[in-house]
Nanobody, 123 residues
Framework: QVQLVESGGGLVQAGGSLSLSCETS????????MGWFRQAPGKERDFVAC????????RYTDSVKGRFTISRDNAKNAMHLQMNSLKPEDTAVYYC????????????????WGQGTQVTVSA
């Protein structure tokens, strides 16, 4: 059974930083692209960033470019999202997910999801 577990969320002031982690088990981690999505109350789940299986390629939604960095450690079956210069509009539940598609921004291309971790950025 595939499991993804996010950690690292919390409450931070605007301008601060948080580092999210996603640990996986139950499948060959290195063979799949990984992504981060987020969902604010009353809104759809939105793409944040993705990284391909080797970690050589990544892309971001425009609103986080230059502030967030996605990375992965295939030896530890883990993925990370370093979030800097956080803004109140970054407040959401953040989810990690795996996909057999190459670094897709479409949540429908992801087949396994974590339970989410709350990130709250105060003004």
């Amino acid at each position: 059974q595939v499991q993804l577990v996010e950690s690292g969320g919390g409450l931070v002031q605007a301008g601060g930083s948080l580092s999210l982690s996603c640990e996986t088990s139950g499948r060959t981690f290195s063979g799949y692209s990984m992504g981060w999505f987020r969902q604010a109350p009353g809104k759809e789940r939105d793409f944040v960033a993705c990284i391909n299986s080797s970690g050589a390629y990544s892309r971001y939604t425009d609103s986080v470019k230059g502030r967030f960095t996605i990375s992965r450690d295939n030896a530890k079956n883990a993925m990370h999202l370093q979030m800097n210069s956080l803004k109140p509009e970054d407040t959401a539940v953040y989810y990690c997910a795996t996909s057999s598609h190459f670094c897709s921004s479409d949540y429908e291309d992801y087949n396994y999801w974590g339970q989410g971790t709350q990130v709250t950025v105060s003004a």
